[in-house]
C-alpha cells in the first residue's frame, strides 16, 4: 500500500517507520505548503491513502484537500471536531472516505469503553465525586487533550448528576461540573486517569501511553482497512476497531 502522510513531526515520522516495517510504502510527506502544491500533487495520484496527523487549525482544510483529490484519509489530529458536520457533508458529496478519531491507539479505545461502563456503574453511587486528569508533553498544543473531551462527555452521558465539564482552574464547588485537569510536562507521551473519591475511598482507572507507536499502529490498521474494504463514508475509529480488527 502507498501512504501519504500529512504532518511530518514527531507523529508522521513514527508513522513512516512503522507503515515501513510492515511492507508499506511511504511515497509522500508533506509539512508545509509548498510540498501541497509541488511536491505531492495530485495526492490521489501517488498514495492509496493519507494518514493525516497535523495541527488543530490545518486539519479540516487538509482533510476537504484530500476529497478533493479524490484520496482517502485517516485523521488523528485533535481540535477540529466542531467541523465535523462540514466535513461529513464535504466527504458525502465527494464520495470520499474519512476514519477520524481523538486518539488512535487501540489501548486508548478499549479505555474508553471501560470509562463507559464506568460511568454507568457509578451514576448509581452520589457519594462519590468524579474528576479526570491528563498529563501531555510540553508541546502538545491542545487542553484538555483530545483524549479527555470524549471521556468527560461520556461521563456527563452516562451519570445523571454530572451537566458538563470544565477545566480544572475554573471548577466551582457545584457538584454538577466534572472538573479536568491539564498538566503539561516534558517527555509524557499521554496519561489520562478517571478518578471517582468520596468520603470513604478512591477508584481510579488510567491509561499510560508509553510511546506513540500505539497511536500509529491503529492509524496504519485504519489505512489497512481502507485499502482491502474500498467504503466510503466517515467512520470512527472504535467502530473500525470493535468490528473488523
Known amino acids: 500500500m502507498k501512504i501519504a502522510v500529512i504532518g511530518y513531526g514527531k507523529m508522521g515520522k513514527t508513522i513512516h517507520a512503522l507503515a515501513s516495517q510492515k511492507g508499506h510504502t511511504i511515497t509522500c510527506t508533506i509539512d508545509n505548503q509548498e510540498e501541497w502544491n509541488n511536491s505531492c500533487k495530485p495526492l490521489g495520484e501517488v498514495a492509496d491513502v493519507a494518514i493525516e496527523f497535523s495541527i488543530p487549525e490545518a486539519a479540516t482544510q487538509n482533510i476537504l484537500r484530500c476529497f478533493k483529490e479524490n484520496i482517502p484519509v485517516v485523521c488523528g489530529t485533535t481540535g477540529w471536531l466542531h467541523d465535523l458536520d462540514m466535513v461529513t457533508e464535504a466527504c458525502n458529496k465527494a464520495n470520499g472516505t474519512l476514519i477520524y478519531a481523538p486518539n488512535f491507539s487501540p489501548g486508548v479505545n478499549l479505555f474508553f469503553s471501560l470509562n463507559e461502563w464506568m460511568g454507568k456503574l457509578m451514576n448509581k453511587f452520589s457519594d462519590y465525586d468524579t474528576s479526570i486528569e491528563e498529563i501531555h508533553h510540553t508541546q502538545k ?105
Open 141 to 245: 498544543l491542545d487542553a484538555p487533550s483530545g483524549t479527555a473531551i470524549p471521556l468527560a462527555n461520556k461521563l456527563i452521558e452516562e451519570m445523571e448528576r454530572l451537566k458538563k465539564w470544565v477545566p480544572a482552574e475554573e471548577a466551582s464547588e457545584d457538584l454538577s461540573e466534572l472538573p479536568v485537569f491539564s498538566e503539561r510536562i516534558e517527555d509524557v507521551t499521554g496519561i489520562h486517569t478517571v478518578t471517582w473519591e468520596s468520603e470513604i475511598d478512591q477508584i481510579q482507572i488510567r491509561h499510560t501511553a508509553k510511546n506513540r507507536s500505539g497511536f500509529a499502529y491503529g492509524a496504519v490498521l485504519s489505512a489497512e482497512w481502507i485499502h482491502k474494504n474500498r467504503k466510503t463514508g466517515v467512520f470512527p475509529f472504535q467502530k473500525i476497531l470493535f468490528n473488523a480488527f
